[in-house]
């Protein structure tokens, strides 16, 4: 019997270590609050979601810059123990590996402060390299903890070349340049949807009433996640709600990473964007239920395993 091909999946994106440090509650401006455990684990946006598409079966090139650090080799092996290539992650001298400080409160909840290092250096020479795994991906999969420019950049590649793109556009920029969200299928959760609005979105029906608003800004699909609300998607004709998976929250910390990782895996496979979506928000949903980012990524068999509960549990109801 003949192997099914994976897909091919280019991740351009942001390669960091995180402390994560846990506490009862986050700090208010000005409050200082005696935290319980710290841990150091590879993160970054980008890395966390090429580890989270390789765990469910994806062929993944990653793409970005790490420093001339202590953590710099560590964060490169820990990428290929995955089996990602890492051909294109390059070493920048004289700077430091990008750091991210997360702070994770009892209830799930977290705050992020990020030191972007060498992340912040990706730009053309990086591009250039990997122009030819970009061109012959699936699938270009970008958020926005590498430059701007260089994203708009790659994102050009990918579609002179025929390539869909996936952008994750977190974290939310000031301003967000027009061309940047000429992609193919952006994925916001609630807050960077409101921040590409510039006005705020408090509930389920303004995020749905909101969706011709992101369309009209160049995207030809939309998915906006909601946490236990679940998605609402937008295939390019109509707006469907995607309900959620119940799970208990543990740490919310990469579960926006999981889902990304998860709709690039299903789509590249030439699934439909709602079953994409379906298999995204069980994704993620699990990645919730666990501790930290990368360490909290599932496999593809947990993901299915997730949905065929549902599934059965919603049909007995």
Do not use: W, Y
């Amino acid at each position: 019997m003949e192997e099914k091909r994976r897909a091919k999946i280019a991740v351009l994106g942001s390669i960091n270590m995180d402390l994560m440090i846990r506490s009862e509650k986050l700090p208010l401006p000005g409050e200082t609050v005696i935290a319980e455990t710290k841990v150091e684990n590879p993160g970054g946006k980008g890395a966390n979601q090429a580890v989270a598409a390789a765990r469910m079966g994806a062929e993944v090139t990653m793409i970005g810059c790490v420093g001339d650090d202590s953590f710099a080799e560590e964060l490169v092996q820990n990428l290929e123990v995955e089996g990602i290539d890492t051909r294109h992650v390059t070493r920048k001298t004289n700077t430091t590996s990008g750091v991210a400080v997360v702070m994770v409160e009892t209830s799930g909840e977290n705050a992020i402060l990020v030191v972007p290092g060498a992340n912040g250096l990706v730009g053309p020479a990086e591009l250039e390299q990997a122009r030819q795994v970009i061109c012959a991906s699936d699938v270009l999969l970008m958020q926005l903890e590498v430059p701007v420019e260089t994203v708009i950049a790659a994102a050009k590649i990918a579609r002179e070349a025929g390539v869909p793109v996936i952008l994750d556009p977190a974290p939310a920029p000031a301003s967000f340049p027009p061309e940047l969200l000429h992609v193919d299928l952006i994925c916001p959760n609630q807050s960077e949807a409101a921040a590409l609005l510039e006005k705020p979105l408090t509930s389920l029906e303004d995020v749905v009433a909101s969706i011709p608003a992101l369309a009209e800004q160049g995207p030809r699909q939309i998915l906006v996640t909601m946490a236990a609300q679940g998605s609402v998607l937008f295939d390019g004709e109509a707006v469907e709600i995607i309900p959620p998976f119940a799970i208990q929250v543990i740490d919310s910390t990469a579960a926006g990473d999981a889902f990304a990782a998860g709709l690039a895996v299903k789509l590249a496979e030439r699934a439909t964007l709602r079953e994409a979506a379906l298999f995204a928000s069980a994704a993620g949903a699990i990645a919730a239920s666990g501790a930290g980012a990368q360490t909290a990524m599932p496999n593809r068999e947990l993901i299915e395993t997730l949905i065929t509960k549902q599934v059965q549990e919603r049909f007995h109801e």
